[in-house]
């Protein structure tokens, strides 16, 4: 099943092509956290590779449809909108690689509270975490920007004005420098 035709009336986009910078250049999609890679653990967290859309360099992990944002390291809003580029479902998972608290419960809260437009998780301090959320996918084409290189996606998405659905302990950790691992 490709992620186009993903079951219950979802797909994925996997924000997978940072450049891993504070990390010194460590490819975040490989690194590996309680013994699977962060990427498995995403995969895994949207119903496993056939659901979803990879944006970022191939990898060797079978099942999945990979896209590359043009150009690469354009910044996650345009790599967002190139794994739109093959979403035909009506509601589409937007997460970051390098989140390994989220699961397939931190999913499921998401795509169960989407409202007219979409759905994002917020850490405890209140901040919304723009990228990682559930989204109504042509609301979301929708507020792109013409030219989505370096955009920012709070400017992008925040007036969608998604529900906000409250991060449980360890769900909106992200992995930037090693400590965080």
Same mark, same amino acid.
């Not at 010194?24 to 496993?48: N, P």
């Not at 998972?93 to 169960?112: E, H, K, S, Y």
């Not at 990228?131 to 929708?142: F, I, P, Q, V």
């Not at 920012?152 to 420098?177: Q, Y």
């Given at each position: 099943?490709?992620?186009?035709?993903?079951?219950?009336?979802?797909?994925?986009?996997?924000?997978?092509?940072?450049?891993?910078?504070?990390?010194?250049?460590?490819?975040?999609?490989?690194?590996?956290?309680?013994? /699977?890679?962060?990427? %498995? *653990?995403? !995969?895994?967290? +949207? =119903?496993?590779? $056939?659901?979803?859309? &990879?944006?970022?360099?191939? #990898?060797?992990?079978?099942?999945?449809?990979?896209?590359?944002?043009?150009?690469?390291?354009?910044?996650?809003?345009?790599?967002?909108?190139?794994?739109?580029?093959?979403v035909t479902t009506d509601l589409?998972?937007?997460?970051?690689?390098?989140?390994?608290?989220?699961? /397939?419960?931190?999913? %499921? *809260?998401? !795509?169960?509270? +989407? =409202?007219?437009? $979409?759905?994002?998780? &917020?850490?405890?301090?209140? #901040?919304?975490?723009?990228?990682?959320?559930?989204?109504?996918?042509?609301?979301?084409?929708?507020?792109?920007?013409?030219?989505?290189?370096?955009?920012?996606?709070?400017?992008?998405?925040?007036?969608?004005?998604?529900?906000?659905?409250?991060?449980?302990?360890?769900?909106?950790?992200?992995? %930037?420098?090693?400590?965080?691992?």
């Amino acid at each position: 099943m490709g992620a186009a035709d993903a079951g219950e009336g979802s797909s994925a986009v996997v924000l997978a092509g940072g450049r891993g910078s504070r990390l010194g250049g460590v490819d975040k999609a490989l690194l590996v956290v309680d013994g /699977r890679t962060l990427l %498995d *653990r995403v !995969l895994e967290a +949207v =119903g496993g590779p $056939g659901r979803a859309v &990879v944006v970022g360099p191939r #990898r060797d992990v079978p099942g999945v449809r990979w896209a590359r944002e043009d150009p690469p390291g354009g910044g996650p809003l345009a790599g967002l909108a190139a794994g739109l580029r093959w979403v035909t479902t009506d509601l589409v998972v937007v997460l970051a690689v390098d989140q390994p608290g989220v699961t /397939r419960a931190t999913v %499921d *809260r998401l !795509l169960a509270s +989407v =409202g007219d437009t $979409g759905a994002v998780l &917020v850490d405890a301090g209140g #901040r919304p975490q723009w990228l990682t959320g559930a989204w109504r996918a042509d609301r979301l084409r929708a507020a792109l920007p013409a030219d989505p290189r370096d955009a920012s996606a709070r400017s992008a998405l925040g007036p969608l004005d998604p529900v906000r659905v409250p991060a449980l302990p360890g769900e909106a950790r992200d992995v %930037d420098t090693p400590a965080d691992l």
